[in-house]
């Protein structure tokens, strides 16, 4: 099958991402602390939506897999420094397994440092085993995230207006998916709460599903191998985008070696083509996950800095 120039082809997206566990971009073998001593709250209140009822397979600390059971782990500011801004994060890890720590817990504490009161998504990941639909059992969890911190929204001083969601990676494909389909609630929603993000930043993001900039072992296990063209246009993030499309930051550096580029250019091309505010910046080198220099140091930075520019957090 025929790929954009400079795309790995599609059989050789397992290769890729082995070659990037044996860097631990995932798969980090050394045991390190939890999220100890932070609130976290179960998602769901009694039974999971769209659950097939199977026991709890979920392994790992840094790398979660078999994620079946959704939670919120809440971040608070230090005393007195919330600004009134939250943001939710969706940790990468292809839709296969949840970078947690690195893409997760880290991240909650610089942006806590922001004043910005911070809840990681551990979202489950889609099986066949554990879910009726697993194309859309991630979203569900996207959406009730947005919707659980609006009820929780006085008890953390947060201003319901200003609750954004960042995404790593695959995350980066769920952030954008909330930020692109919030007109339709695929869960619950009764009082009709806004499902829309207010902001969303995007790192290194799996953004299409598509031949030409996909990657087709994420694409594979969200929707499955069998997956038609209706549903593979329908998650293609880029092809979603309208003039309500929350303001975005994309990031991402040139030589990533296992999401193209071409994710956030495409998607940052659709944004401008509807005159939704937006910001780029694209790194020469740091590969994915942004193992080297200069992105390892810089990338939060600029996120920070578009934040700032864009009234997020305080000059």
């Known amino acids: 099958m025929a790929t954009a120039p400079g795309q790995p082809e599609f059989n050789h997206d397992i290769m890729k991402i082995k070659n990037l566990l044996a860097f631990g971009v995932y798969l980090l073998l ?22 097939i009822d199977k026991p709890d397979q979920e392994h790992g600390t840094e790398r979660l897999t078999k994620v079946s059971r959704p939670t919120l782990t809440v971040f608070e ?59 859309i059992g991630p979203l569900q969890d996207a959406q009730r995230a947005i919707m659980l911190v609006k009820m929780h929204a006085k008890e953390f001083n947060i201003d319901t207006a ?52 996909g990657l087709k072992i994420s694409r594979n296990a ?28 994309l990031i991402q550096a040139e030589d990533d070696e296992l999401v193209s580029v071409k994710n956030s250019i495409v998607f940052y ?18 590969r994915h996950a942004f193992l080297l220099e200069p992105a390892k140091s810089n990338w939060f930075g600029y996120c920070a800095g578009w934040l700032r520019e864009n009234g997020w957090i305080k000059q």
């Open 269 to 286: 091309m659709a944004l401008q083509k509807n005159k939704v505010p937006a910001g780029l910046h694209i790194f020469p080198k740091g």
């Open 77 to 135: 500011p230090p005393t007195g420094k919330a600004n009134g801004t939250a943001v939710i994060i969706c940790p990468g890890g292809g839709y296969l397994a949840l970078s947690i720590k690195a893409e997760g817990y880290d991240v909650a504490k610089k942006l806590d440092s922001l004043g910005i009161t911070t809840f990681v998504l551990k979202y489950r990941l889609p099986s066949d085993s554990t879910m009726v639909d697993k194309s």
């Open 30 to 51: 050394i045991p390190t602390i939890k999220a100890v001593g932070q609130q976290v709250l179960p998602l769901y209140d009694g039974k999971i939506p769209n659950s």
């Open 222 to 249: 969200l929707l499955g191998k069998n997956a038609g063209n209706e549903q593979v246009t329908y998650f293609s993030n880029e092809l979603q985008v309208g003039k309500n499309t929350p303001p975005t930051f």
């Open 162 to 213: 200003r609750i954004g969601i960042m995404g790593f990676s695959a995350g980066g494909h769920l952030a954008a998916s909330a930020g692109t389909h919030f007109n339709k609630s695929f869960i619950d929603n009764p009082t009709g709460t806004n499902l829309r993000p207010a902001f969303m930043i995007l790192a290194y993001p799996l953004i299409s599903l598509t031949d030409s900039i």
